[in-house]
């Protein structure tokens, strides 16, 4: 098995994803990826509609579920990212992977990998530290003491 540790740096709408080849190795990014997110309304109403009943009562209640879309594409852009990262531990087999994000962010990656973990046999599980901090204006220095921190 290789000794090579993953650490993907996220907070929803940029991921940097760095390497490192062996404990004496310096960290350097493989992958920077940027998600442009685009304003709820231009998306259409983010507020629901109302429907007025007719007759003896005066209830009413909306129709349409309120989205708000900026967190969607966050969501989207996390999962895609999640399985991106899966699907390269696949082929390079890394020892560790760091997610390092904000507690929300983490929740949604810890959903996206939940499924892939539960079938597999316990020797191709992954190796996941969960660093709940948002790193992604840090340097790598700075995120290369965290992760030596863990």
């Known amino acids: 098995m290789k000794k090579s540790s993953l650490v993907v ?35 259409g109403a983010d507020k629901p509609g109302r429907v007025f009943e007719r007759g003896p009562t005066a209830t009413r209640h909306a129709y349409e579920p309120h989205a708000d879309w900026h967190i969607r594409q966050k969501e989207v852009f996390i999962c895609d990212l999640t399985q991106a990262i899966i699907k390269k531990h696949e082929e390079e087999k890394y020892s560790q992977i760091y997610f390092i994000c904000p507690p929300a962010i983490m929740g949604i990656i810890r959903a996206s990998i939940e499924p892939y973990q539960r079938n597999r046999p316990l020797k191709d599980k992954l190796n996941i530290i969960e660093i ?13 003491e965290y992760v030596a921190a863990y």
């Open 9 to 43: 740096v996220t907070d929803g709408a940029h991921a940097r994803v760095l390497e490192q080849k062996s404990k004496i190795d310096p960290l350097h990014q493989i992958q920077n990826l940027t998600h442009t997110h685009e304003a709820t309304h231009e998306h």
């Open 132 to 144: 709940t901090k948002d790193l992604t204006s840090k340097t790598i220095k700075d995120i290369a």
